[in-house]
């Protein structure tokens, strides 16, 4: 483990999540060139450029995301939650 304080955890989603998401999309994107021999070199450039400009948007968008969620569902008992967990 790296010793990171649990209060950082949405950080180090964020970072997973942008990595993960931008990694596949990537990928996709970069399949048209899987015959040419390029397609290595272009999925990790564009997963790097694509993550590097998602990891902000992930990062700021994720509590309106986790607000509307929470906003959108209700917890097992039928009341609405105060705040997520």
Known sequence: MLGIP??????IFGVIQAGLTSFIAAAIAS???????RFLHNWMLSWLVSWVMMLPAVLFAAPAIQYVAVFLTRDDHGGRMNRAS
């Open 6 to 11: 649990r209060r950082y955890s949405h950080f």
């Open 31 to 37: 399949i048209s060139l899987w015959g040419s021999g």
